[in-house]
């Protein structure tokens, strides 16, 4: 390539420059209708070929539908999610806000029972 045609290309904006004849050609052959793809004639066509062709073809239309219920059920679903989660988070301290501060709290009998002391500081004294 020349220098002309390499700043050509830089210049292009990206839209363009991923237009190549390759994306086109398949994007043509995804709208051709009533083919799946090219058809064995002669000495390959027999069974191994045929049932590869249906592998890939399977497989081809498997990955289609995953990608599909990966971009329209699981990232709304995330997103859903993430706003409940969020929303729980505020209603959480919003509910401590009201409460007394832990110092004015009555600590009650079955509150702090210990089996056995804490193996640092006094004992006591969680690590919270």
Not at 47 to 60: L, S, T
Not at 82 to 95: D, F, G, M, P, R
Request: glycine share 6%; net charge positive.
């Amino acid at each position: 390539m020349r220098f002309g045609q390499i700043s050509f290309r830089a210049c292009r904006p990206l839209g363009l420059q991923t237009r190549t004849p390759l994306i086109r050609s398949r994007v043509q052959h995804r709208f051709a209708s009533g083919q799946e793809g090219p058809q064995l004639t002669g000495p390959m066509d027999n069974a191994f070929n045929r049932e590869r062709a249906a592998v890939k073809a399977h497989a081809a239309a498997t990955s289609d539908t995953w990608r599909k219920l990966s971009i329209y059920v699981v990232i709304p679903s995330l997103i859903i999610a993430s706003v409940n989660a969020y929303n729980l988070w505020t209603e959480h301290w919003e509910h401590w806000e009201h409460l007394p501060p832990l110092e004015e709290r009555i600590e009650y009998p079955y509150q702090n029972i210990r089996t056995k002391n804490f193996p640092w500081g006094d004992g006591d004294k969680t690590l919270l």
